[in-house]
């Protein structure tokens, strides 16, 4: 056996083995992707509470389409990246902005440290602050009502 072969035999398991390790990842990603819609697919998740925002369409107009209502089940995490659970394709968003989530029998809405700010009725926030409904949620300058 020369060199080129056994060169030749370990890069094939070497391919054969990085061909393995993309199939693996891309059904996973498929599978948690699967998984994450999978909460998604009614308006209603059984044993965890529900709450809405609603698009409030005002001066500023949004760069790309927004729908009318986002669901929130239970918790939610809003900004630009895909990894949210709300996803807001806008400039001003940052990748993770805020977590609105239910404790306690409360609402709580909390900034993540974004660049542009998160406003609750007009006031900035910069600690964790409980809902009422019908608040009026500011996120990087796109509007929204906090919905039971």
């Not at 409030?56 to 209502?69: D, F, Y």
Request: hydrophobic share 40%; proline share 1%.
């Amino acid at each position: 056996m020369t060199f080129y072969n056994f060169l030749s035999s370990i890069l094939s398991y070497v391919f054969t083995f990085i061909i393995y390790l993309f199939i693996f990842g891309v059904i996973r990603l498929i599978y948690l992707d699967v998984k994450k819609m999978s909460r998604f697919e009614n308006n209603s998740v059984s044993g965890v509470e529900t709450a809405s925002l609603k698009t409030l369409h005002g001066k500023n107009q949004a760069e790309t389409e927004l729908k009318n209502r986002y669901m929130i089940y239970g918790e939610a995490v809003i900004g630009r990246s895909k990894t949210c659970d709300i996803v807001l394709r806008e400039k001003y968003v940052s990748n993770q902005h805020v977590r609105i989530w239910f404790e306690k029998g409360e609402w709580y809405l909390e900034d993540l440290g974004s660049r542009n700010g998160t406003e609750v009725n007009g006031q900035r926030i910069r600690q964790r602050v409980m809902l009422d409904p019908q608040d009026e949620i500011s996120i990087g300058g796109l509007r929204f009502v906090f919905e039971l």
